[in-house]
């Protein structure tokens, strides 16, 4: 879930390598991902297709990160899937359940307050903070779905996302010419035992790069890109492990 997209400190040594490795990422068309379409200065995000069982399972079956190279057509795909469970006070199977079932307290407890906005009914918008690589400024959002189905458990599918890119003097590249592909998907339900909510989270970021960034030692790229892997796991997993409790023990006070 999602992307929302990178932060990461890197050592001034690999700096300009990873910079350009997570911003010169280029679409590879795909009726199944979410695309990305380029203006001058920022790209923006068009709606996907409904997530199927198997895309879904595809993601939240790995464990840990991921990363993938072609170095001969320079496709190139990365991301990490995490398990998600965090205890609530006095919970239990029916309160954790009947708390799933509320999208917006799920969305708040997800994420900042602050930096959500719910866009349409079970949508929501999920913001980070303006990123600087170097000579490149990101800004960037991700939409997420949120709803619970038959079975009493939360899903979470990104239906669209943008990076807000903005290109600055000396990068040598049109904004044009970038692009990015990515997928978030989650799934949340009471643990076995009823006493916290348990589930997985899960984001892929993939596209093609530019034959010139095909040069570049695997290593560099997989470093630079296992760094951002971390970083927004633990920025994801910290936020929701915070949030759960609180909106948790709000949802319960209501006597909901």
Same mark, same amino acid.
């Given at each position: ?42 790209? %923006?995000? +068009? ?8 895309? *879904? ?21 990365? @991301? ?5 469970? +965090? ?65 009493? +458990? ?31 998907? @989650? ?11 348990? @589930?997985?989270? @899960? ?29 927004? +796991? *633990? ?15 709000? %949802? ?5």
């Amino acid at each position: 879930m999602m992307v929302r997209c990178i932060l990461s400190v890197f050592l001034l040594a690999i700096c300009n390598y990873s910079c350009k490795v997570a911003a010169f990422i280029t679409n590879k068309p795909s009726s199944q991902a979410s695309h990305i379409i380029c203006t001058k200065t920022k790209l %923006f995000a +068009t709606k996907r297709k409904t997530w199927t069982k198997r895309e *879904k399972d595809n993601i939240l079956n790995r464990n840990g990160e991921y990363f993938k190279l072609n170095r001969m057509n320079g496709a190139i795909s990365f @991301g990490s899937s995490s398990r998600i469970k +965090t205890t609530l006070d006095d919970a239990s199977e029916a309160s954790i359940t009947r708390w799933l079932s509320n999208d917006e307290q799920i969305a708040n407890s997800i994420w900042d307050p602050k930096l959500i906005q719910n866009i349409e009914p079970k949508v929501y918008r999920l913001k980070l903070m303006t990123l600087m690589f170097v000579t490149i400024q990101l800004s960037p959002h991700v939409d997420v779905k949120m709803y619970t189905d038959e079975r009493g +458990t939360f899903n979470l599918e990104s239906v669209a996302f943008d990076p807000n890119i903005q290109i600055l003097p000396g990068v040598g590249v049109s904004a044009d010419s970038l692009g990015i592909l990515i997928d978030v998907v @989650g799934e949340l339900y009471p643990s076995s035992d009823g006493k916290a909510v348990d @589930g997985k989270i @899960g984001f892929v970021t993939s596209g093609e790069l530019p034959p010139p960034m095909r040069l570049l030692p695997e290593p560099v790229l997989k470093n630079s890109l296992s760094t951002i892997n971390r970083t927004i +796991t *633990k920025f994801a997993i910290d936020s929701f492990q915070k949030g759960a409790r609180a909106k948790y023990n709000e %949802f319960m006070k209501e006597g909901k």
